[in-house]
């Protein structure tokens, strides 16, 4: 398990096979809470049905995506068709990407209404977004358990991601860790994570 501490430095977790950064207070919490609001109001939030081992589930979560007209993407039988950009998310990919010295071409907006939806295991590997991509995760809302783990030797590690706080997943990360985010039965609250990221054409 990762604790974190309450700082507005960026810290370099030590894992092998991975490279990540975490910022607990990338933004501070009045900024974070008015964007949550601002966006559980302005997004065209859906639940989609999804093909896992197999059979068509529900996400046991809502989704938006947005971006780019051509940054479409396919994940376990959907397609991701981008809508425009809003000019809430269009603000904060640009303090990411000023962050980061990225550049992003879309962000897959999740929407953890309470404590019972959640993200089953998986990696951010598919084509579309090339060998190594590099993915910046935005939490607004209530702290959430970020777990992961290694694909190989099954180490795990949790990051509890605190509200306003900016989570980078580069380099081997998605070849060779999983990750997820598990049901929280005392959390009554919601979390709206944004995943910048860029999809190759």
């Known amino acids: 398990m990762f604790a974190t501490n309450d700082s507005s430095a960026l810290q370099t977790l030590d894992l092998p096979d991975a490279t990540l950064q975490y910022v607990p207070a990338f933004l501070n919490v009045r900024d974070a809470d008015d964007h949550y609001r601002a966006l559980c109001d302005s997004l065209n939030w859906r639940q989609d049905n999804i093909k896992m081992f197999g059979r068509t589930v529900r996400i046991p979560r809502l989704q ?34 000023s962050h980061t010295g990225q550049v992003f071409n879309a962000v897959l907006a999740n929407w953890y209404r309470d404590g019972d939806d959640s993200m089953g295991w998986h990696s951010d590997d598919e084509p579309e977004l090339g060998a190594q991509p590099v993915i910046a995760s935005l939490t607004l809302g209530s702290c959430r358990d970020f777990d992961l783990r290694h694909k190989v030797t099954g180490q795990k590690i949790r990051i509890p991601l605190q509200n306003g706080s900016l989570l980078i997943m580069s380099g081997t990360t998605q070849q060779y860790w999983q990750h997820a985010v598990p049901k929280r039965k005392s959390i009554d609250n919601g979390r709206i994570n944004l995943t910048f990221r860029r999809i190759q054409a």
Do not use: I, K, N, V
């Open 64 to 97: 938006a995506y947005y971006g780019d007209p051509q940054a479409r993407y396919r994940y376990s039988g959907l397609w991701m068709l981008p809508q425009p950009w809003t000019e809430h998310l269009q603000s904060l990919r640009e303090r990411c990407q």
